[in-house]
């Protein structure tokens, strides 16, 4: 058991070449915020890479920044609020979810986990404002793609390809991302009692407004402040006359259900708290799940697993994203879900993603969607053309990718 | 510029693809004959010409399927085509390739409003989109300048931009589902109405990968609601540092505007001369600034901005009080480049990208370059996100002027990189720039990047030539060159 702790690309370059050489898989890990995502890894080796840190190069008027791929995320927030500016797409911790408080998460890691708050839906995921990385694939061979600049289409997005990849093509050494101003002043407009069809509907409606909503969730019941029944959270940000008139224009549309509108600090910490999806979160024990599907079903797919079995629930992204806390008996739900995404019909689409469960859970049920065959193989491919000897986090994802 | 050696023997089998084609697409989809063939020689890149081996222009998925599977099994390289409006190159044909034309799949197969998106074949166009959904006040956000004839197939091979990106993102920022036919044939779906990917990022490397990696039968985009007031501002400046500046200035402001372009004195001249739009001809540099939104917003932000390029020493304002002069102020833009067609008999534009800082720097060093290759040229930029479009004017009819063109662009190309940018950001490597990838990428990045075209097209057979200035075999790419058993630095920390 070794492990490696590069402080340089080269130092990197030759970990992985020597993991490679000896055929000897490795892990990777920084924060250690993530190490409980995903499948359960055994591997001989563990590759560190907190030691790739530090902002390297940014400016805020070019809003692109370049940094060490471990560098915390703390860090990064820290100096960009010093300058007005944010990750737009909001990556939550989850390190109180995953039971790894105090660990500290890594740009490089939301970036491989392609993480995205509850701005997903205006803003898009980390996926959207990564611009380019250098990195080390599991051939031990340093390479690089995208750019540093924000608008760049030479050559293939390999960008788009590592986000999400959870550390199974390449170690990546230095990410540049693209940052954004971050809002004068947030609001938030509360709508008590309404039922998860009808909340569905109401946030539809809101995010086809030309309000800029960016950020729609619906509540579980006794959830937020001076909520009893379950109710809708709508959001808008920018500057303070613009944040106004949109509030005001919510509060005018919805009149009937507003119970509450809260700004600011109150406002950041509920929708931080849902980013980190506190009202699914405890106890501690119950499986997490995270799923995606069109946003109409939400409340569909949620009331179908809520119907079969014991589950905690709330929905995000408008009702595209839908979290589910279930106790861990048998495969904690996994077969609901994935029969609730593809719905009466069979042709719903979506995925669900098993954000934490136990070990032995992890092992047993896929933690990712299983794909059809055709695809499967390609990624299986694609896979092996970046880390043909499967070193870097093997079967993280998928066994065999 | 050199494209694979065409191989003679697949030419001699011309009669015999063309038989074979169309027993999977019948009636007049396929185009043999040379005058029909001719009319796909070229797209909008027309310095470089090839009539392919044979058109084909299939209706369904199983057709193009079944085509593919075809050239997979029998060895034939495809080039596929939407409007054939790419001004990289990227859909030359190819002498002993076919000619894979989408434009027969042009249906809007659904519009969903509760999910705010629409589903649409490759070959619908890119404001057709925006039709189909404007009645609900809806719109389709990337617009490349092309939108009236380019297609959604073509936007999704190129990530195609536009002038409203830095606010609401490419082509690939707006993508939630793709069906996709591979090079054997096989049909993949990606993705849907819902968000991100359950295993890699697929659409993600499809998009903007200059259909090399399979054909896109059928796409799912987002829509969004048309912002309620757009207003914008003309200001002239004394100097480029000056605009560019007032640029830096707004962005470190927290102000993203919808649009925000910039155009050097030619520009300014040959637009003005072209559509009166009333700029200013003593200026250096002009910007429009569009800011969009909530009236509130745009009321309070136009101020803002207003406030800004007088700091910025600007020497002329205007603030467009209805949507008339609003788009009075973005004609003279959005007719550049005919504008500067009509004072030169040709002009080759320019697509790099440059952190924005250094865009005074750049643009005195295009000037020097301009000199030295004794070539004009007029400079228009997406200041908003460093896209600089430079358009060098020459006369194709005289002698090496065209050469003196290219190695114009190259030049400036090469700078953009030189100062921190990129090739291109948003009209694609194609053929243009194949051979300028090593001033960006080196070798082990452009091996990286083959390895991906490989899991998708380990023949070669899909669009080759574009894009990767030397093709290798995916074999010679798979090689490991790993010393077993030996570590190679001993002396490396181990903890």
């Given at each position: 058991?070794t ?7 080269d ?36 590759l ?8 390297r ?24 609020a ?20 105090g ?10 986990c392609n ?11 980390a ?7 250098r990195?080390?694939s ?59 069809d ?44 613009s ?9 005018d ?13 109150e ?36 009331e179908?697993?809520?119907g ?39 042709r ?8 934490r ?45 | ?7 003679a ?6 009669a ?5 084609l ?6 007049d ?8 063939r001719r ?15 044979v ?46 034309g ?5 249906r809007i ?55 409203h ?15 996709m ?36 039968t ?43 372009e ?96 250094r ?21 228009v ?106 570590v ?8």
């Open positions: 058991m492990r490696f702790v590069p402080a340089t690309i130092e990197l370059r030759e970990a992985i070449a020597a993991a490679l050489a000896a055929e000897e898989p490795v892990e990777i890990v920084a924060g250690g915020s993530k190490c409980g995502l995903g499948r359960p890894l055994q591997t001989p080796h563990t560190d890479l907190s030691r790739l840190s530090g902002v190069e940014y400016q805020p008027s070019e809003l692109v920044l370049t940094a060490g791929a471990a560098t915390p995320l703390a860090e990064i927030d820290r100096l960009l010093e300058n007005g500016q944010m990750l737009a797409f909001e990556p939550p911790d989850w390190g109180a979810l995953l039971g790894a408080g660990a500290r998460p890594t740009l490089g890691g939301v970036i491989t993480l995205a708050g509850p701005r997903r839906v205006k803003a898009g995921a996926r959207d404002h990564f611009l380019g990385f990195g080390v599991g051939r031990g061979e340093v390479f690089k793609a995208g750019g540093k600049v924000v608008k760049n289409v030479t050559g293939y997005d390999l960008c788009k390809l590592l986000a999400g990849s959870y550390g199974t093509l390449a170690a990546l050494e230095e990410v540049t991302v693209k940052v954004l101003p971050r809002p004068e002043t947030v609001s938030t407009v509360m709508l008590g009692g309404i039922a998860p009808a909340a569905v509907r109401l946030m539809a409606a809101a995010l086809g407004s030309p309000l800029e909503v960016s950020g729609a969730a619906y509540l579980p019941k006794g959830y937020g402040p001076n909520v009893s029944p379950r109710g809708v959270v709508l959001r808008v940000e920018g500057p303070a006359p944040v106004a008139f949109r509030r005001e224009a919510l509060r549309h919805f009149a009937a259900a507003v119970s509450s509108i809260f700004d600011d600090d406002s950041a910490a509920l929708w931080c708290a849902l980013g980190e999806a506190a009202p699914v979160s405890q106890p501690a024990g119950r499986a997490v799940w995270r799923v995606s599907v069109a946003p109409s079903r939400g409340a569909e797919v949620a179908a697993v809520a079969a079995l014991d589950a905690d629930w709330f929905l995000d992204w408008g009702g595209g994203l839908v979290w589910l806390a279930i106790a861990e008996h048998g495969d904690a739900g996994a077969t609901q879900i994935r029969a609730a995404i593809k719905g009466a019909d069979g719903g689409t979506g995925h669900a993603s098993l954000i469960g136990s070990v032995g859970l992890r092992r047993a049920v896929p933690v990712f969607e299983p794909q059809p065959a055709a695809l499967a193989a390609l990624s299986r491919r694609v896979k092996d053309g970046f880390d043909p000897r499967h070193i870097l986090n093997p079967g993280r994802m998928v066994e065999g990718v | 510029m050199h494209m694979p050696e065409p191989d023997a697949v030419i001699a089998r011309r015999e693809i063309a038989t074979a169309r027993r999977i697409v019948p009636g989809g396929v185009i043999v004959s040379a005058p029909e009319a796909y020689e070229s797209d909008g890149l027309t310095a470089y010409r090839q009539p392919p081996l058109v084909v222009l299939p209706e369904t998925v199983a057709q193009v399927s079944a085509v593919l599977r075809y050239c997979k099994a029998e060895g034939i390289k495809v080039v596929p085509r939407g409007a054939g409006t790419s001004l990289s190159g990227g859909a030359l044909p190819l002498a002993d390739g076919i000619l894979l989408m434009g027969k799949f042009n197969l659904e519009i969903d409003y509760a999910n705010r998106c629409v589903t649409v074949q490759p070959g619908v166009t890119n404001l057709g989109v925006t039709h189909a959904v404007e009645a609900a006040g809806f719109y389709y956000a990337p617009d490349p300048s092309s939108q009236i004839a380019c297609t959604i197939g073509g936007n999704i091979a190129e990530n195609s931009g536009g002038v990106c830095l606010k609401y993102g490419l082509t690939t920022n707006n993508v939630l589902g793709l069906e036919v591979l090079i054997d044939g096989e049909v993949i779906r990606l993705g849907g109405k819902h968000l991100d990917a359950d295993c890699y990022d697929l659409i993600g490397v499809v998009t903007g990968s200059e259909g090399l990696l399979g054909v896109v059928e796409v799912t985009l987002r829509i969004l609601k048309k912002p309620s007031t757009a207003r914008a501002l003309l200001v002239g400046f004394p100097s480029v540092e000056d605009a560019g500046n007032c640029v830096a200035a707004i962005i470190a402001a927290g102000i993203i505007p919808g649009g925000m910039m155009m050097d004195r030619p520009a300014i001249h040959a637009a003005e001369a072209f559509v009166h739009a009333g700029y200013p001809l003593d200026a250096e540099a002009l910007l429009i600034v569009e800011l969009d939104g909530p009236e509130a917003e745009v009321d309070h932000l136009i101020a803002r901005v207003e406030g800004l390029a007088r700091d910025n020493r600007a020497a002329s304002l205007r603030i467009s009080r209805n949507d008339d002069e609003r788009l009075s102020f973005w004609a003279g833009r959005k007719a550049a480049f005919p504008a500067v067609g009509r004072i030169s008999p040709d002009y080759y534009c320019m697509d790099g990208t440059i952190p924005r800082g865009l005074a720097e750049v643009l005195v060093r295009i000037g020097e370059l301009s000199r030295q290759h004794g070539l004009r040229v007029a400079n930029f997406h200041a908003g996100d460093g896209n600089l479009h430079p358009l060098i004017l020459y006369d194709a009819n005289k002698p090496g002027e065209i050469e003196r063109a290219e190695a114009f662009g190259a030049d400036i190309l090469k700078l953009c990189v030189a100062v921190g940018g990129v090739l291109t950001g948003e009209h694609g490597v194609g053929v243009e720039k194949r051979d300028l990838m090593p001033a960006m990428f080196d070798e082990a990045d452009l091996a990286q990047q083959q390895r991906l075209k490989c899991a998708f097209d380990p023949d070669g057979l899909l669009n080759p030539g574009k894009v990767f200035p030397t093709l290798h075999r995916c074999a010679e790419l798979g090689r490991l060159h790993v010393h077993h058993g030996q190679p630095h001993p002396d490396l920390p181990r903890f």
